[in-house]
C-alpha cells in the first residue's frame, strides 16, 4: 500500500502487495491539504475577478521606483509608492494584499480559472521579489497550497504546474529566509506535502525533485527549530510522508536522505513532546511507518536506529493514550509494522523490545475498541504477525501471552466482521495461523 498524503486529507491507494516478510508495508501517500487561513485575508482586494487578481499581483512583483505607481491600476485603497526604502516597503505591502487575496479566493474555488491566468507564476515572482517580506511569503505559501488541493485530473496538473513554474525553490526560500517564523514553516510544509502528492511517474518526479532541492533538510531543521509548534510538527510530518512515499529505489534513497537530515529523531520527539495531541501522533506514526519501510540493510539500520531513539516507546504511549481514536491506532499499528520487520539477529531483539514497551497490548486494545473499523482490524492483525513473529524461544513466549491475552478471538472477531475486506482475511489468517504454533508454515508462505 502507499499512503501519499496529497493535499490535506488522507487517503490510500492500494496498489502493493505485502512485500517480503507480508510485515513491512510501503509508504503511504497522503491528501494534499485545503486549509484556509484566515489570518491574511484582504478585504480591500476581495471581489476582483482572477485576471485582476494576477495583474495586482504582477504589478507588486515589479521593482517600485519614487513617483511609481500613481497612474496604476492598484487594489482599491493602495496607495502610490513613494520614494528610496520607503518605496519598496509599499510595494512589498501591495504584494501583501494582492496575494492574501490570491489566496482568499483560492480558498473559496475557481483554481482552474487561476491557474489558467497565471497565478503561479505571479505568485512565485512576488515571492522572488519580496523575499524578506514574511507576510507576502506566507500568504504565497498558502495561496500556493490552496490552489494544489485538489486530487482529481486537472488539480495534479495543477501540481505540476506550480513545481514546473518554480514553486519548490520559492518555498524552500522561504522557509530559510524565515526559519523563525512558526506560520511560514507550516504552511510552507502544507504547500510541499501538496505538491508532492501521487505515485505516478510525474508525482514521483515531484518527490524527488523536491528532495534535489533540500526540502527534507529543511523540513527536518523546522521540525527542530520549533518542536512546541503543534502545527509545524503534524505538517512536517505530512510532507516528509509525501516526499518519501512511493516504495521504489527512489523513495529508499529519500528515507535515508530524510533520516540523515535528522527527521527521525525530530518526528519521535514530536510524539513524545506532544503525545496528548491525536493529530500530531497520528501524522509522526505515519512518517515513521515511511521512513522506516524497506528490507535491505539500509532500511533495517534506519529501523534499528528508530528503535534506539525511542520509537517503539512512542508509537505505544501513543497508542495507549488514545485508544479510543481509530486513525492514531491504524497509523500506529503501521508503524510498529515497519519498526519491527527486521529479519537479520537485531529484528529479535526490536520485537523483543517492542513486547516489553506494551506493544502487544496495545494491539489488542485497539481491536477491541475498534471492531468495525476495517482499517484498524486489518493492520492491527499484521501488527500481531510481525509482534510474534520468529523461531527463538522469546518469539514462543511472546506467542503464549498473546493466546493468554485472547488474541485469537480478537483476530476471529475481525473476521467474522470483515468478511468482504481481503486485506483483514489475508492478515487475519496469518496471525491465526501463527498463534496457532506453526512458524514454519507462516514463514514458508511469508516469502512467497
Known sequence: MIHDFGAITCDINSSVPITHTHTHRQPRSLHPAFVADNAFMAPKTSGMDWPDLVAAVRRAS????????????????????????AAADAQAERAFAAVAAVAES??????????????????????????????????????????????????????????????????????????AHAGIQEMACRTLCNACYGIDVAGLSRKQAA???????????????HHEHCGVQEEACRALCNICAGGD?????????????GALTTIISAVSLHVELEGVVELACWALHTLCYGSDEAAFARQEY??????????????LAHAANAGVQESGCWALCNLC??????????????????????VIVAMGVHLAHPGVQQEACRALFVLCWGGDAQAASRREVAVRMRAPDAVLAAMRNHGASVGVQRNARMALNLL????????????S
Open 341 to 362: 520487520c527486521c529479519t537479520n539477529s537485531t529484528g529479535l531483539w526490536i520485537r523483543h523490545l517492542a513486547f516489553h514497551a506494551g506493544a502487544l497490548a496495545a
Open 211 to 225: 528532495a534535489d532541492a533540500g526540502a527534507l533538510e529543511a523540513i527536518a531543521a523546522a521540525m527542530a527549530a
Open 436 to 447: 496457532g504454533s506453526k512458524p514454519m508454515l507462516v514463514a514458508s508462505c511469508s516469502h
Open 62 to 85: 515589479t521593482p517600485a521606483e519614487a513617483g511609481e505607481g500613481e497612474a496604476e491600476a492598484l487594489p482599491t485603497g493602495a496607495c502610490a509608492a513613494p520614494a528610496g526604502a
Open 106 to 179: 483560492a480558498a473559496k474555488g475557481g483554481h482552474g480559472a487561476a491557474a489558467a491566468c497565471g497565478a503561479f507564476g505571479t505568485v512565485i515572482a512576488a515571492m522572488a521579489a519580496h523575499l524578506a517580506h514574511a507576510d507576502v511569503q506566507h500568504a504565497a505559501c498558502s495561496a500556493l497550497h490552496l490552489l494544489c488541493s485538489s486530487v482529481d485530473a486537472d488539480g495534479i496538473a495543477r501540481m505540476q504546474l506550480a513545481v514546473d513554474a518554480g514553486a519548490l525553490d520559492a518555498v524552500l526560500a522561504a522557509m530559510r529566509a524565515h526559519s
Open 306 to 319: 528508530a528503535v534506539r531513539e525511542g520509537a517503539l516507546r512512542a508509537v505505544t504511549d501513543a497508542m
Open 249 to 261: 529505489a527512489g523513495g529508499l534513497v529519500r528515507e535515508h536522505l530524510a533520516v540523515k537530515a
